[in-house]
Structures are given as structure tokens and as C-alpha cells.
């Protein structure tokens, strides 16, 4: 991995925005986001990132490898939930490896939208379809998690309400946030999407970097309730998303050229949903225990990537041996 692509990310605001919060925490500071603030931030990146791929579908061409590279995130989604399932099921349970294969098969829109500003530091184009992956990712990986609970639990105790969990699975604020700001997006011409480009592009670098911050906080309050769940927790939070990233930034050369689209394919298969997934989680499988699966998610998983991850994906993808 490039040492300077890793100081050169390590040095990113929105990134030190992110220690910044973790730091208040381990010095007892009373720094704190609003909640309803911070609900209002992740909506508006969540409608942000969503409206402007949209837009960039618009001209974008539907080739072979625009489609492949969409069947390649929906596969992923499908596939890393079982994996993961296997992995944990006889360590953790059926309940607690289902909501974490969820999770995992799942994606992090905070840590795409990163991705996105980590792109565009390097100057690198980001196609609109990406935006349209993400969103096609995040039920397909809910709706496996729990089918595999479904599977496996052998017991009456916490049988699941298939219909609920799979219409909430597409109903869940976020999913539903993302995939419709995708389609205004689409639907909106070039004048309108003009007229509110400073809210959409203009600011939207500064309200990342207040996010971070929250999630900063946020993690450094959860990460204790992890580390007392043992070293099997951890240790997957940890490893997991740098394996599943390397494996990724090497197979997307197989179907596509483009550095972009093998970046964010790449932390797309390496992150992990800590707001969708444990929203859908609380409501379908309450017997999963969310000081596993959230903290897991957000206060290891999400920072590895964001710190370690990219470069070291971004290094892989431009070694070009596997394209």
C-alpha cells in the first residue's frame, strides 16, 4: 500500500473530524451532536449522494459492463451474508450471525459517500450507476439474513414474520430515502437539477464532516460494549472488511477498467450497515443482540475502512494485475 495515499487520507478533514469525535469521548468531553440534528444529516447525505446519482443516470450508457458491475454488487450481497453466517453461527448463534450477516452483506452509505469524496481527491470520475448499487444492496443482504435465521433456527421461539421483515426491508427510511431520491434524480432535467445543485454539492463536504463527527462519538461510546463481548466480535469486525475489500479490488477486473467503480464496488463489499440493517434487525429479529452487530459494524468496521480500506484497495486496483 502507497504510504502517502495513506497519510493523504489519514490527513482528509472529514476523516480527522471522525478521530476528533472518537478523542472527545476517550478524554470525557461533553461534545455531543443533537439527535435530531443528526438524524437530519443523514438524511440529507442519504438524499444528497441519492439525487445526484440519479442525475448521473441520466447519462449514463447501459452497457455489458454498467450491468455487470450492478449483478456484481447484488452477488456480493447475496453471497457475503452467507458466508459470514457460516462463519459465526456455531460461535455466536443463529440470531446474533443472522443479524450480523445482514449487517455485513448489507452496505454503509456514510462509508460509500467517503469513497465518493475520496474519488474526487484523486480526480477520479464517479459514475451515477454507483449510486444505484448501493441502493440495489442494502435488501437483498436483509432479506438473506433472514432467510438463513429462518433456516437454521430450530426452535417455535422467534420465528419471523417473513412478509413484515421483507416489506420493511424495502420500507426502511434509508432504503426508501436513497432509492427515491435515485429516481427524482433521474426524472429531474438538467435546469432543475441546477436549481438545487449549492444544496446538493455545495455544502454537502461540510455536513460529511459533521456526520463523522457524530459517528466518532458515537463509536467511541460503543466500542467498550464490543471489546466485553469477547475477541470473536472484534477480531471479525476487524479483519473482515480488509479481507472482503482485497478479494473485491481484485475480482472487479474481471468486469470492469474503470478505477471508480472497482473503488466503490470495493468498500461496498467491505462495509457493513449500521443503520438500515439494525433498524430492520430490532423490528424482525429482537433475540439478536444489537451490542453485537451495531457496534461491530460501526466502531470497528466503519473506521478500518475509511482509514486502513481505501488506500489499501485504491493501491490494489491500480497495481492492474487483475484487470
Known amino acids: 500500500m502507497s504510504l502517502s495515499l495513506l497519510i493523504e487520507n489519514l490527513t482528509n478533514p472529514a476523516l480527522l473530524f471522525f478521530i476528533l469525535g472518537l478523542l472527545a469521548v476517550a478524554v470525557k468531553s ?5 439527535a435530531n440534528s443528526s438524524k437530519f444529516i443523514s438524511l ?7 439525487f445526484k446519482g440519479g442525475h448521473e443516470l441520466t447519462h449514463e450508457t447501459f452497457d455489458s459492463q454498467t450491468l455487470a458491475t450492478i449483478a456484481f454488487g447484488i452477488g456480493s450481497s447475496l453471497i457475503i451474508p452467507v ?7 456455531k460461535k455466536l448463534g443463529v440470531f446474533n ?9 448489507s452496505v454503509s ?19 451515477g450507476h454507483m449510486v ?9 443482504a436483509i432479506i438473506m439474513g433472514l432467510l438463513l435465521i429462518s433456516i437454521f433456527n430450530k426452535s417455535e421461539e422467534g420465528k419471523i414474520k417473513k412478509s413484515h421483515a421483507i416489506k420493511h426491508s424495502f420500507t426502511n427510511g434509508s432504503v426508501w430515502l436513497i432509492l427515491g431520491s435515485l429516481i427524482i434524480g433521474f426524472i429531474a432535467n438538467e435546469k432543475q437539477a441546477q436549481g438545487i445543485e449549492p444544496f446538493t454539492n455545495d455544502i454537502f463536504k461540510g455536513f460529511l464532516a459533521i456526520f463523522l463527527l457524530d459517528m466518532g462519538i458515537t463509536s467511541g461510546r460503543k466500542i467498550k460494549a464490543l471489546i466485553s463481548n469477547g475477541p470473536v466480535p472484534f477480531l471479525f469486525a476487524l479483519l473482515t472488511p480488509l479481507i472482503i475489500g482485497c478479494i473485491a479490488a481484485c475480482l472487479t477486473g474481471f468486469i470492469t477498467s474503470d478505477i471508480g467503480d472497482r473503488l466503490l464496488l470495493s468498500i461496498l463489499a467491505a462495509s457493513a450497515s449500521y443503520i438500515a440493517v439494525p433498524a430492520a434487525m430490532k423490528m424482525a429479529v429482537p433475540q439478536a443482540n444489537p451490542g453485537l452487530y451495531l457496534p461491530m459494524a460501526l466502531a470497528i468496521t466503519f473506521p478500518v475502512n475509511i482509514t486502513l480500506g481505501m488506500p489499501l484497495y485504491f493501491s490494489i486496483i491500480q497495481m492492474g494485475n487483475f484487470a
Open 83 to 89: 458466508l459470514t453466517f457460516m462463519l459465526l453461527r
Open 44 to 50: 440529507y447525505l442519504l438524499f444528497a449522494i441519492g
Open 132 to 140: 444505484a448499487v448501493m441502493a440495489l444492496m442494502e435488501s437483498p
Open 97 to 105: 450471525a443472522g443479524a450480523i450477516a445482514a449487517a455485513y452483506g
Open 30 to 34: 461533553d461534545l455531543e451532536i443533537p
Open 109 to 127: 452509505a456514510v462509508t460509500f459517500v467517503t469513497a465518493v469524496n475520496y474519488l474526487e481527491t484523486q480526480q477520479i470520475p464517479v459514475h
